[in-house]
C-alpha cells in the first residue's frame, strides 16, 4: 500500500520538536490514552498516501508494519474505533498550524528550482472541480443522484507554487462556471479552466474586466477562421495550427464581437492533439 521507507522520509521533514510544542500549545494530548497526536497525523498521512477507503483500512494497513512503527515514530497502530474517536474529538487547529508552518519551511528550500516561474509576466491561475463521493445514507443531504450522495470541491491553485488560493465545497450538483461567475480575479490574471468551464458570456467578463483565460474548445464550437499563421518554425515547435477567429451564432451574441486565438498543437510524445482558446490580442503575447 505504501513503501514504508519513503513513507518515514516524508515524516522526517517535520520537525518533531516544533511538532511537539505545537501540541503542548494546543494541548491536543490531554486524555490521549497512548493513542497521541503524532500517531493520529501519522494515520491521516497513512489514509491519504495509500488511498485507504476506511479506518479500517488505515488499522490494518498500520499493523501490517508492525516492525517498521519505529521508522515513523510510534508505539502502537491505532483500532478502528481509536481513529473514529480522534477524528470525531480531536480539534484541527494544531494540524493547521503545522501545514502553515512546514508551507513556510518547504517554501524557502531549494528556490533555485522554481526559477522558471520568474518569466511569467502574469499570475496564473488553475481552475478545476471535483466530485468527492459520499454514503447518502450518511450524508443524506448531499443529494446528488437518485441513489449516491457527492459534494463538489472548487479549487483554483496559484501557479506559484501550486498551492490552493480558493477552495470552496457545494453540493454535487453545482455547475462549475455556475460557482465561476461568483468570483473575482484580479486584473491580468491568466485563468485557465477546462472545457467545463467555457461559457461565453463569462468570458466576456473576464475579457471586459482585464484578465486573460485560457482553455479548451468545445468539439460543437462554430467559428469562422478570420487570420492563420504556418511556417516551419511553427511546425518544428508542434504547432498544428495558430489562427484568430470569430464565433458564431448565438455563442457570438455572448462573447460580443471580440475575436479568439485557437492554436492547436500536437504531443509527439503522446502522439495526442491538443487545442486551446483565449483572446486574440497582440500575437506574441
Given at each position: 500500500?505504501?513503501?514504508?521507507?519513503?513513507?518515514?522520509?516524508?515524516?522526517?521533514?517535520?520537525?518533531?520538536e516544533?511538532?511537539?510544542?505545537?501540541?503542548?500549545k494546543?494541548?491536543?494530548?490531554?486524555?490521549?490514552?497512548?493513542?497521541?497526536?503524532?500517531?493520529?497525523?501519522?494515520?491521516?498521512?497513512f489514509?491519504?498516501?495509500?488511498?485507504?477507503?476506511?479506518?479500517?483500512?488505515?488499522?490494518?494497513?498500520?499493523r501490517?508494519?508492525?516492525g517498521?512503527?519505529?521508522?515513523?515514530?510510534?508505539i502502537?497502530?491505532?483500532?478502528?474505533?481509536?481513529?473514529?474517536?480522534?477524528?470525531?474529538?480531536?480539534?484541527?487547529?494544531?494540524?493547521?498550524?503545522?501545514?502553515?508552518?512546514?508551507?513556510?519551511?518547504?517554501?524557502?528550500k531549494?528556490?533555485?528550482?522554481?526559477?522558471?516561474?520568474?518569466?511569467?509576466?502574469?499570475?496564473?491561475?488553475?481552475?478545476?472541480?471535483?466530485?468527492?463521493?459520499?454514503?447518502?445514507?450518511?450524508?443524506?443531504?448531499?443529494?446528488?443522484?437518485?441513489?449516491?450522495?457527492?459534494?463538489?470541491?472548487?479549487?483554483?491553485?496559484?501557479?506559484?507554487?501550486?498551492?490552493?488560493?480558493?477552495?470552496?465545497?457545494?453540493?454535487?450538483?453545482?455547475?462549475?462556471?455556475?460557482?465561476?461567475?461568483?468570483?473575482?480575479?484580479?486584473?491580468?490574471?491568466?485563468?485557465?479552466?477546462?472545457?467545463?468551464?467555457?461559457?461565453?458570456?463569462?468570458?466576456?467578463?473576464?475579457?471586459?474586466?482585464?484578465?486573460?483565460?485560457?482553455?479548451?474548445?468545445?468539439?460543437?464550437?462554430?467559428?469562422?477562421?478570420?487570420?492563420?499563421?504556418?511556417?516551419?518554425?511553427?511546425?518544428?515547435?508542434?504547432?498544428?495550427?495558430?489562427?484568430?477567429?470569430?464565433?458564431?451564432?448565438?455563442?457570438?451574441?455572448?462573447?460580443?464581437?471580440?475575436?479568439?486565438r485557437?492554436?492547436?498543437?500536437?504531443d509527439?510524445?503522446?502522439?495526442?492533439?491538443?487545442?486551446?482558446?483565449?483572446?486574440?490580442?497582440?500575437?506574441?503575447?
Amino acid at each position: 500500500m505504501v513503501n514504508i521507507n519513503v513513507f518515514s522520509q516524508i515524516l522526517s521533514l517535520i520537525d518533531r520538536e516544533r511538532f511537539n510544542f505545537l501540541v503542548r500549545k494546543h494541548n491536543s494530548d490531554k486524555h490521549h490514552k497512548g493513542i497521541n497526536s503524532w500517531t493520529h497525523l501519522v494515520s491521516m498521512l497513512f489514509c491519504h498516501l495509500s488511498s485507504a477507503d476506511s479506518v479500517r483500512d488505515i488499522s490494518n494497513g498500520l499493523r501490517s508494519t508492525t516492525g517498521n512503527m519505529r521508522y515513523m515514530g510510534i508505539i502502537r497502530v491505532p483500532s478502528k474505533s481509536n481513529l473514529s474517536y480522534m477524528n470525531a474529538h480531536r480539534e484541527h487547529v494544531l494540524f493547521q498550524d503545522l501545514y502553515v508552518e512546514l508551507l513556510d519551511k518547504l517554501w524557502q528550500k531549494q528556490t533555485y528550482l522554481r526559477s522558471e516561474l520568474r518569466v511569467l509576466k502574469r499570475k496564473v491561475l488553475l481552475m478545476d472541480a471535483t466530485v468527492i463521493p459520499l454514503c447518502l445514507s450518511v450524508f443524506d443531504w448531499a443529494k446528488f443522484r437518485s441513489a449516491k450522495g457527492a459534494v463538489k470541491l472548487h479549487t483554483i491553485l496559484d501557479y506559484d507554487g501550486c498551492m490552493p488560493s480558493f477552495v470552496h465545497i457545494t453540493d454535487g450538483k453545482t455547475h462549475e462556471s455556475t460557482l465561476a461567475k461568483t468570483l473575482c480575479f484580479p486584473k491580468g490574471c491568466v485563468v485557465v479552466v477546462d472545457r467545463g468551464y467555457v461559457d461565453y458570456a463569462w468570458m466576456n467578463v473576464l475579457d471586459s474586466t482585464g484578465c486573460f483565460f485560457v482553455t479548451r474548445s468545445k468539439s460543437n464550437m462554430k467559428y469562422t477562421v478570420l487570420k492563420s499563421w504556418q511556417n516551419d518554425e511553427l511546425k518544428e515547435a508542434g504547432v498544428i495550427e495558430d489562427q484568430v477567429i470569430a464565433l458564431d451564432g448565438v455563442s457570438a451574441a455572448r462573447y460580443g464581437d471580440k475575436k479568439m486565438r485557437l492554436v492547436r498543437i500536437w504531443d509527439s510524445i503522446k502522439n495526442v492533439e491538443y487545442d486551446s482558446v483565449r483572446q486574440s490580442k497582440v500575437r506574441g503575447q
